[in-house]
């Protein structure tokens, strides 16, 4: 079975409820839609109730700017109030436009490690009672509710916000051949791609991301997160250029527990696009970050690379460097731009990715975005500005500039020594292995 | 399965807490935009603002304020990201001293002050500026000194990507820049005049200088303290050992820098130089003319 019928797979055993009914047999019940949480179609303040919604059209205009983005991780596993984000992003504020803020937390529900939490969006109840046919058929919801949130002024027309902890059952996984993860891969973009006005924030085990059209700050206290505990935490706020300002296309982009806060622009999307799909991987977003995400799940988790050797494929070193590398390390290379070569990233871009094992943090290879580092006892620090550190860590022991295409990773003790048949750890055994085997 | 009790006190439960809309007032700091001013003490011509939590506009204000009023030394207390700092500000004999990490373009479009930082600085330090003293104790960012036409900066730490871009010169004008610490690549990108010097003093992991020096430069002169090899320089930057003439004004420069950035001069004197230099005033003259 290919990818293509897998996901076609888990698409039909949805039945009708994937294709916009819900389990009554009902069509469209439009009595039931709230205006949906993104921008009113411009010229007019009044949310269409007409149809569902149509992503691509809310936002026509480009707007010029620059995004903010931070993060922190605790090598050693202690929680940190979510309070630490708000405030390092609050400082950034004049880098975003409000059209869009969000945040992604580790270790947060510490009741359900071992669940994956669906961080869901609906844009009505049609929407909800849909994907909740669609999990309840695919998975066994150990517990659902609405995301907590609070008033706060700034954050207007939310989506229907809900989370899901959600386990699958052995007789599925064996039905359907797939591990765990590749099955929630599967759900993720079935329900991104096929149920109309509902989206997946985000579907890790132990974390989750908030995200919404606001300054970050507002969306933090919108969600609460001073309330949560996490090890890790990113941040970002956006100043969108070339996709609409909506809830979903709000950062962190999420697939199983990894999230990326992006600054920047992939001008390679149409070839990481590509690629990504002979993988089966559906881009439904509207946006180019999400291509970063799923290379990051592509190469770390089903291709089992460390995060280093990973981020020396996307933002690879320049020919003419390789070809000043002593012999073994110009084989290595060489083979990893020839392997991965439809991964590069092309394009200004620094990213913050966070991930079980920690966060890794990357910038294009000649630094057309800014990120500056820190390292202060256990705690890693990345953000955009130094300013931002400096609100929740005045003192570190060291800051730095990270390197153009040099990654700085965070790992938590524990669960982030790579194991020994990653590639990059023992060299070019590794990489040309791959390069022979795919 | 429901959440545990203990766990519950982990993630958010039960209705809203009721308070003020919009950011917590506990967690406002300086990135969110305010009128409130910071606490200003002044000392005969010394003004101290205490610039916490001060949005940025409203502190420059602050600081035009005093420095009408008469201040020839204004001292910002616990700064933090606030930018623009002595933006556009054109008076002569008035220095700034800021303590803590400037925002981005601090000194912008600025003619005439001293702006001393005494930690750290951001990005853009320098942006289009036009006379007057920049002196950076710790590490600067990227594109330091952008399109600079005039006036010296000082960095005693590490620079990052793009130092010197699209610096120019004219007539009398002549913008230098000199750095304590290492550069990253592109230093003097399409540089068109002015100085840079680059030290690369103590010890440090990184390289003097990255790759692509100097690339599309077509007017000014970069000295640095060492070598640089081949496949660093940009296609249209060559090299050359200095003249007596030129070696007399690195040294010139050089020790006003340390005195003013607290080097040691011994040292900084201790090697030779390498020039590097356009090979054209205009390298990109026949790239749309076929």
Redesign the interface.
């Known amino acids: 079975m290919n990818e293509r019928e897998r996901v076609l797979r888990l698409d039909t055993a949805g039945g009708e409820g994937a294709r916009g009914l819900n389990r009554w047999g009902e069509v469209d019940r439009h009595s039931a839609r709230r205006p949906y949480g993104g921008l009113p179609a411009p010229g007019s303040r009044t949310p269409d109730l007409g149809g569902r919604p149509e992503y691509t059209a809310e936002a026509e205009e480009r707007i010029l700017g620059a995004c903010g983005l931070m993060g922190v991780c605790d090598e050693s596993g202690e929680r940190m109030s979510g309070?630490l984000a708000?405030?390092s992003m609050?400082?950034?504020?004049?880098r975003g436009n409000g059209l869009g803020g969000g945040f992604a937390g580790y270790g947060?529900?510490?009741?359900?490690p071992h669940a994956f939490c669906f961080h869901m969006l609906f844009s009505d109840d049609v929407a909800k009672d849909d994907t909740e046919y669609y999990l309840a058929r695919h998975f066994a919801i150990?517990?659902h509710e609405p995301i907590?949130?609070?008033?706060?002024?700034?954050i207007q027309d939310e989506p229907l916000l809900y989370r899901y902890f959600l386990e699958i059952t052995d007789e599925r996984l064996v039905e359907t051949q797939l591990s765990a993860e590749d099955y929630v891969v599967h759900a993720v973009m079935d329900v991104n791609a096929h149920i109309k006005g509902a989206f997946v924030a985000s579907s890790g085990r132990n974390m989750g991301a908030f995200k919404g059209v606001g300054f970050p700050?507002?969306v933090g206290?919108f969600y609460?997160l001073?309330?949560?505990?996490g090890w890790t935490w990113t941040g970002h706020g956006r100043f969108p250029t070339n996709t609409p300002g909506w809830w979903g296309g709000a950062h962190p982009f999420c697939l199983l527990d990894y999230s990326i806060v992006h600054n920047g622009e992939i001008s390679s999307y149409g070839i990481n696009q590509r690629y990504l799909e002979m993988f089966g991987y559906n881009c439904t977003l509207r946006t180019d970050t999400e291509v970063v995400t799923y290379l990051f799940d592509l190469m770390l988790r089903r291709h089992r690379l460390t995060p280093e050797f990973a981020c020396k494929a996307l933002a690879s070193p320049f020919w003419?460097?390789i070809d000043?590398m002593p012999a073994e390390e110009k084989k290595l290379y060489t083979a990893l731009r020839m392997v991965y070569g439809p991964a590069l990233l092309n394009g200004p871009f620094a990213v913050v990715l966070g991930m079980a094992e920690g966060m890794v943090a990357l910038n294009d290879r000649?630094?057309l975005r800014?990120l500056?580092a820190a390292r202060d006892g256990n705690r890693v620090y990345v953000a955009s500005?130094?300013?931002?550190i400096?609100?929740i860590c005045p003192k570190p022991e060291r800051?730095w500039?990270p390197?153009?295409g040099e990654p700085v990773v965070a790992r938590l003790r524990g669960a982030g020594e790579p194991s020994d048949d990653r590639a990059g750890r023992g060299g070019a055994v590794g990489a040309v292995a791959l390069a022979t085997a795919d | 399965?429901?959440?545990?009790s203990e766990?519950?006190r982990?993630?958010?439960?039960?209705p809203?807490?009721k308070?003020p809309?919009?950011?917590?007032p506990g967690?406002?700091?300086?990135?969110?935009?305010g009128t409130e001013k910071g606490r200003v003490s002044r000392v005969g011509e010394t003004a101290r603002i205490d610039a916490r939590g001060v949005y940025?506009k409203t502190l420059n204000g602050q600081i035009r304020e005093q420095i009408e009023g008469g201040a020839t030394r204004v001292v910002l207390d616990n700064v933090?990201?606030q930018?623009y700092i002595g933006a556009a500000i054109a008076a002569q004999g008035v220095t700034i001293e800021v303590n803590?990490?400037p925002?981005?373009d601090l000194a912008t479009f600025m003619d005439g002050p001293t702006v001393v930082v005494n930690e750290?600085a951001?990005?853009g330090v320098g942006n289009t500026m036009n006379s007057g003293l920049v002196v950076v104790k710790g590490?600067a960012?990227?594109v330091l000194g952008y399109g600079m036409r005039g006036g010296r900066l000082y960095v005693r730490g590490?620079v990052?990507?793009?130092v010197g871009i699209h610096m120019k010169a004219y007539e009398d004008r002549r913008p230098v820049i000199v750095v304590g610490g290492r550069a990253?690549?592109?230093l003097g990108e399409y540089m068109a005049g002015g100085e840079i010097i680059l030290l690369g003093l103590g010890e440090s992991e990184l390289p003097l200088v990255g790759?692509y020096v100097g690339t599309g430069m077509h007017g000014g002169v970069i000295y640095l303290r060492g070598e640089v090899a081949g496949?660093q320089l940009g296609k249209e930057a060559g090299t050359a050992a200095p003249t007596d003439d030129e070696m007399a004004r690195i040294e010139e420069l050089t020790l006003d820098f340390c005195t003013r950035a607290g080097c040691d001069a011994a040292e900084a004197l201790d090697r030779p130089f390498t020039k590097v230099f356009p090979y054209s005033h205009r390298p990109y003259g026949k790239l749309y003319a076929y």
């Open positions: 309070e708000i405030r609050a400082s950034m504020h004049d947060i529900y510490p009741d359900f150990m517990h907590p949130t609070k008033p706060v002024r700034g700050e507002e206290e609460r001073d309330e949560y505990r003419k460097d000043l000649v630094k800014p500056v500005e130094e300013s931002a400096r609100e800051s500039m390197r153009a | 399965m429901m959440p545990s766990a519950a982990n993630v958010p439960t039960g809203a807490r308070g809309i919009g950011i917590e967690r406002i700091n300086a990135g969110q935009p940025y933090n990201g930018r803590g990490v925002g981005n750290n951001q990005d590490d960012g990227d590490d990052g990507y793009r990253r690549d592109f790759s496949h």
